[in-house]
């Protein structure tokens, strides 16, 4: 077979856009200083960042697949008025500035704000500036990307299966556990860690949500920021840390989501 | 109709995008009935109807004596508990299970036990010959085995009523003969009412013991594979059997057709009434006919199929009628596409039956 040539204008700028996002993480391999890696990667403050951040990303995935699943399904198969519109809001965090986000939330949910006033004088409950802030600060602005594929998936469903399992005995709650569920598996997965990933990469929500006290609501990205003027080596190191994550994920979803066949 | 009590009783109409449906339906205890008719017609909507997947607007649904479903009190009894099984049209086995675990499936949503249900499955794959497939996934089936799954799958809840969408229609052709035949025997040992979705003549006759045949969402005929053949009553069905139909109004041993033209017809004494002529029994010449025959028309040759050693010939003139001859009449004939010709046929070969 005669190979194609490819045209110099393309060529230029193709090798240019490839180099743009090449060269930064080689910088970031390059110049991390290797040696101190051990010694970065187990000081108690990385850790207990690494741990707070899978704590609160995985917290967050699940919080999107309880609420975001239901989400998607009223999307795809109910019919009500204002239905674009509300999926429109429920995903607008996916455009949204994330510092914008986490001012909202604080507005919402401050101690001063509309529910977080009444959340705190009824149960005592305060969530910015906790644990639980990041996880509500990573959920919103994540969920959507969960929300989005899962109602692809359920609109690109074949659902006669669910009317043969009907046919078969099956209860509402038969069919949705035992046949959709099963049969968009692909979507939940890939919204899941595409959900997951995003969550773990969360700064400016959760920096303005939930603030940064380590151990309680510094995670990674927060870490690697402050650390960038204190101790710029143990950042690089950390840096290094996130891309590997991103890079996996990237990988493992290669085939479902990216179309790569 | 059987007063034994297991027999379905349907009356039902909807409309559904340009799909008007008005029908009644009743099958008796221990019938098979196929519901022949081209696409669109509405069958597969009236089967889905039955099965309680689509809502209608007034009618009813009533199966073994107990009313499954009539808009006229707001009866309506779910899908999941109407003893009804589907075969479907692409049988829908669930992808991400074993044949087990399909045929399994209805039994443990009824609520047997998962070692029961295993057990049952397993005989059931047995019986339609698949016990060895048991832990195959439906793509590592043939679509003959994929059948057999669906009908095992469908006939283990232990259904009062099967329903089969065109069972045979996603088969090719060299295994469909086998299947078919497989398919009679299992229909055969199954004791409750059976109804067959098809727009394939041979598959209803093969399979069923009454034919109902639907056009346009409307019931037009019903009887054996025999009666239907022999007296069709649309132009559809006698296009299906193969032969020329024609309407027109009785008059003492003529009929008289709407435009003029009258054929002689013996038995047709009154009122309005279908002739039917076999193609066969129209002969075709380059010249008028001398003798006999009472019915002589010219016409000019619009089609002419091959169709093994016999040869369609469609003649367009004051009637339009298909004449069958053979291949060497066609030859000494030289007869080419537009031909002008003389056909001819005997009052006796024409059979005449009221509208």
Known sequence: MRRERVPIVVLVPAAIGAAFFILPLLGLIVRSPWRDAVTALTAPETVEALKLSLLASLSATAVGLV??????????????????????????????????????????????????????????????????????????????????????????????????????????????????????????????????????????????????????????????????????????????????????????????????? | MAGHGVSLEATVRLSLGTLALDMELAIDEGEVVALLGPNGAGKTTLLRAVAGLVPFSAGHVRLDGKTLEDVATGEYVPTERRPIGVVFQDYLLFPHLSALDNVAFGLRSRGMGRRMASEKAVQWLDRVGLGRYASAKPAELSGGQRQRVALARALAPDPHLLLLDEPLAALDATTRAEVRRDLKQHLGSFPGLRLVVTHDPLEAAALADRLVVVENGRLVQTGTAAEVTERPRSQYV?????????????????????????????????????????????????????????????????????????????????????????????????????????????????GVYPV
């Open chain 2, 238 to 350: 006698a296009d299906l059997v193969g032969v020329n139909l024609l309407k027109g109004q009785a008059d003492h041993g003529f009929m008289r057709m709407p435009g003029g033209p009258v054929v002689a017809a013996a038995g047709a004494e009154s009122g309005e009434v279908f002739a039917v002529i076999h193609p066969r029994a129209i002969a075709v010449h380059r010249q008028r006919p001398e003798g006999s025959p009472r019915n002589v028309w010219s016409g000019r040759a619009t089609g002419i199929d091959l169709i093994g050693d016999r040869v369609r010939v469609r003649i367009d003139g004051e009637v339009r009628v298909v004449a069958e001859v053979t291949t060497a009449a066609l030859k000494e004939l030289d007869l080419g596409q537009g031909g002008q010709v003389w056909l001819s046929f005997k009052a006796t070969d024409v």
């Open chain 1, 67 to 261: 609420l975001g699943v239901p989400l998607a399904w009223m999307y795809a198969r109910v019919e009500f008025p204002g239905r674009d519109l509300l999926r429109a809001l429920t995903t607008l965090p996916m455009v949204l500035p994330p510092v914008v986000g986490g001012i909202a939330l604080l507005l919402a949910f401050g101690r001063r704000g509309l529910f977080g006033s009444w959340l705190d004088s009824t149960f005592g409950i305060t969530l910015p500036f906790t644990t639980a802030g990041v996880v509500m600060a990573e959920t919103f602005v994540a969920m959507p990307f969960l929300i989005l594929t899962v109602e692809a998936g359920l609109r690109s469903m074949d659902r006669r299966y669910e009317e043969a399992a009907r046919t078969l005995g099956a209860s509402r709650w038969r069919v949705f556990t035992r046949v959709t569920l099963p049969l968009i598996a692909p979507s939940l997965f890939a919204g899941a860690v595409l959900c997951w990933a995003r969550a773990l990469g969360e700064f400016g929500a959760t920096i303005t949500f939930a603030g940064n006290f380590p151990g309680i609501t510094q995670t990674m990205p927060l870490a690697v920021y402050l650390l960038l003027a204190t101790n710029p080596e143990a950042s690089f190191i950390l840096s290094l840390v996130l891309l590997l994550i991103s890079l996996l994920v990237l990988i493992g979803l290669r085939h479902r989501w990216l179309g790569t066949a």
